[in-house]
């Protein structure tokens, strides 16, 4: 029986209110985090935190042949059908295919260590710590498969608490051993950061009743095929955005300097910690949910827009906030010598918004597991992305990399809306395309605003213009999920929503 709007609603807002709160602590140690890094070891540091980690992420996400995210789609279709055995023989293939793996892209990463040094940084001088790498690859090959499980079988409580425990480690680490060791911290940290996550998603994993089956390691590659032949298609789009994100490191090292990078780096960062609950929630209970109704194709048009309401609704307020008080937040998150970061923020932020509207849109060829039309559609647009890029580092400068992100994720909408039309003959309701007539011009305006006025007219603009936004977010989540409902109901104990709610 489908759910009732209020009812689907509620759960996605549960979800992304338990994610989104394992988040907002993740976002607030993460400004401890990035501001001791800011500190003691600079944008130039920043820039090899940037680029190490883009290069762990390229071997990486080759290494894990994409099975992480294909299982957790097998999972959450054999759990929505009770199948005990169809989800042994997953989670244990799954587990084996992620060890083997993950030995492959250790010895990988030690073998490319010494190209890898010269492309990126001109020298071999960087090599050791590049292949250092090696045993982070497997121990988040590892991670990830546990991790499949948790989000396949909607573990959100465990994931949410995976993401506070990987952010209060990470801090705690980086701050350690960037005080002791500067720079030369950096791999260090990394390391620990790797391993001690692998650690507690082991535990979490371990917690989950799994049935017990047998198989023969012959058997489990028959049994991953399918896994594979998904996470194929997965692993080439992964690798293509770890390929995007180090080819522009890349880029701007050699066009610039690692400050520079730094500077990319620090707003890149903050642009993605702002939407990173909503995106988040989506990857970690809306893909599983839509998964399990994909045979529904009218069920899933009313999912992809009620997801886009939420998503819209919730994150609104903050990109707005975000981009008005830009150069105020590069200061508080890092320091003085970010400032650059500001004006990339900004064109991040716009970016960022337009990725809450076309991933709902985007998940749906997941969902039916049209590996072809997510092949084709993801490829296209990282490629276009690498020209974009390229084009605007060369003629705007840095901030033309921003630039190219907001002008990819508008075209993106486009087409992934065009795709959806074709596969599930999907349209925005009228309750969606409201919200969309009435927040994108408010964020045009913000902007704007931001780029031709002074600082003082801009700030109280952008304040007005991001507390009309909120009042309408906080009204029009109270409209959808009722006035019942426990979050509402702690929310009117906020002086002035109530009355906001009901005017």
Same mark, same amino acid.
């Given at each position: 029986? $489908?759910?009732?709007?209020?009812?689907?609603?509620?759960?996605? %807002?549960?979800?992304?209110? *338990? #994610? !989104?709160? @394992?988040? =907002?602590?993740?976002?607030?140690?993460?400004?401890?985090?990035?501001?001791?890094?800011?500190?003691?070891?600079?944008?130039?540091?920043?820039?090899?935190?940037?680029?190490?980690?883009?290069?762990?992420?390229?071997?990486?996400?080759?290494?894990?042949?994409?099975?992480?995210?294909?299982?957790?789609?097998?999972?959450?279709?054999?759990?929505?059908?009770?199948?005990?055995?169809?989800?042994?023989?997953?989670?244990?293939?799954?587990?084996?295919?992620?060890?083997?793996?993950?030995?492959?892209?250790?010895?990988?990463?030690?073998?490319?260590?010494?190209?890898?040094?010269?492309?990126?940084?001109?020298?071999?001088?960087?090599?050791?710590?590049?292949?250092?790498?090696?045993?982070?690859?497997?121990?988040?090959?590892?991670?990830?498969?546990?991790? $499949?499980?948790?989000?396949?079988?909607?573990?959100?409580?465990? %994931?949410?608490?995976?993401? *506070? #425990? !990987?952010? @209060?480690? =990470?801090?705690?680490?980086?701050?350690?051993?960037?005080?002791?060791?500067?720079?030369?911290?950096?791999?260090?940290?990394?390391?620990?950061?790797?391993?001690?996550?692998?650690?507690?998603?082991?535990?979490?994993?371990?917690?989950?009743?799994?049935?017990?089956?047998?198989?023969?390691?012959?058997?489990?590659?028959?049994?991953?095929?399918?896994?594979?032949?998904?996470?194929?298609?997965?692993?080439?789009?992964?690798?293509?955005?770890?390929?995007?994100?180090?080819?522009?490191?890349?880029?701007?090292?050699?066009?610039?300097?690692?400050?520079?990078?730094?500077?990319?780096?620090?707003?890149?960062?903050?642009?993605?910690?702002?939407?990173?609950?909503?995106?988040?929630?989506?990857?970690?209970?809306?893909?599983?949910?839509?998964?399990?109704?994909?045979?529904?194709?009218?069920?899933?048009?009313?999912?992809?827009?009620?997801?886009?309401? *939420?998503?819209?609704?919730?994150?609104?307020?903050?990109?707005?906030?975000?981009?008005?008080?830009?150069?105020?937040?590069?200061?508080?998150?890092?320091?003085?010598?970010?400032?650059?970061?500001?004006?990339?923020?900004?064109?991040?932020?716009?970016?960022?918004?337009?990725?809450?509207?076309?991933?709902?849109?985007?998940?749906?060829?997941?969902?039916?597991?049209?590996?072809?039309?997510?092949?084709?559609?993801?490829?296209?647009?990282?490629?276009?992305?690498?020209?974009?890029?390229?084009?605007?580092?060369?003629?705007?400068?840095?901030?033309?990399?921003?630039?190219?992100?907001?002008?990819?994720?508008?075209?993106?909408?486009?087409?992934?809306?065009?795709?959806?039309?074709?596969?599930?003959?999907?349209?925005?309701?009228?309750?969606?395309?409201?919200?969309?007539?009435?927040?994108?011009?408010?964020?045009?305006?913000?902007?704007?605003?931001?780029?031709?006025?002074?600082?003082?007219?801009?700030?109280?603009?952008?304040?007005?213009?991001?507390?009309?936004?909120?009042?309408?977010?906080?009204?029009?989540?109270?409209?959808?999920?009722?006035?019942?409902?426990?979050?509402?109901?702690?929310?009117?104990?906020?002086?002035?929503?109530?009355?906001?709610?009901?005017?």
């Amino acid at each position: 029986m $489908a759910e009732s709007k209020p009812d689907s609603y509620n759960q996605i %807002l549960k979800s992304t209110s *338990i #994610i !989104g709160g @394992a988040a =907002g602590i993740n976002l607030l140690l993460g400004m401890v985090r990035m501001k001791f890094a800011a500190v003691l070891i600079g944008p130039a540091g920043v820039g090899l935190v940037g680029t190490y980690q883009a290069i762990q992420g390229m071997v990486g996400t080759v290494a894990g042949l994409g099975i992480q995210q294909s299982a957790v789609r097998d999972i959450a279709k054999a759990v929505g059908k009770g199948d005990d055995l169809a989800i042994g023989r997953t989670i244990l293939s799954l587990r084996r295919i992620c060890w083997l793996t993950g030995i492959i892209g250790m010895i990988a990463m030690i073998a490319l260590a010494v190209p890898l040094s010269q492309y990126t940084f001109g020298s071999d001088g960087y090599a050791l710590d590049i292949a250092l790498l090696g045993p982070i690859i497997f121990f988040a090959n590892i991670q990830g498969g546990q991790a $499949a499980v948790l989000q396949g079988m909607r573990r959100i409580g465990d %994931l949410a608490r995976l993401t *506070i #425990i !990987g952010a @209060a480690v =990470g801090t705690v680490v980086a701050v350690a051993l960037y005080s002791f060791l500067g720079a030369r911290g950096i791999i260090p940290s990394l390391f620990f950061i790797a391993l001690i996550q692998l650690i507690a998603t082991w535990h979490f994993a371990r917690r989950v009743a799994v049935p017990k089956v047998h198989l023969t390691w012959q058997e489990s590659f028959h049994a991953a095929n399918s896994m594979i032949r998904l996470g194929l298609v997965f692993m080439w789009n992964g690798l293509m955005v770890a390929l995007v994100a180090y080819l522009t490191r890349s880029w701007i090292s050699q066009e610039l300097d690692l400050v520079a990078v730094g500077i990319f780096t620090a707003a890149f960062s903050l642009s993605g910690m702002f939407i990173n609950f909503i995106l988040g929630a989506m990857s970690a209970d809306y893909y599983p949910r839509l998964t399990e109704i994909s045979h529904d194709h009218s069920a899933m048009r009313r999912l992809v827009n009620e997801q886009t309401e *939420i998503g819209l609704l919730l994150a609104v307020p903050g990109l707005l906030a975000t981009l008005t008080f830009a150069p105020w937040i590069i200061r508080v998150f890092f320091t003085g010598e970010f400032l650059p970061a500001a004006d990339l923020l900004q064109w991040f932020i716009l970016g960022c918004l337009a990725r809450v509207i076309s991933w709902p849109l985007a998940f749906v060829m997941l969902a039916l597991a049209k590996s072809r039309w997510f092949f084709v559609t993801e490829t296209s647009f990282n490629l276009l992305h690498l020209a974009m890029i390229w084009v605007g580092l060369i003629i705007v400068g840095i901030e033309g990399v921003a630039i190219a992100f907001f002008c990819l994720y508008v075209l993106y909408i486009a087409v992934v809306y065009g795709v959806a039309r074709h596969l599930i003959g999907f349209r925005w309701e009228c309750a969606t395309l409201r919200l969309l007539f009435i927040f994108l011009p408010l964020s045009g305006c913000a902007f704007i605003f931001e780029r031709v006025f002074s600082l003082p007219f801009t700030t109280a603009m952008g304040m007005l213009v991001t507390s009309i936004a909120t009042l309408l977010c906080v009204r029009g989540l109270v409209q959808r999920i009722g006035d019942d409902s426990r979050i509402v109901q702690l929310s009117f104990r906020i002086p002035g929503v109530r009355w906001v709610c009901e005017f």
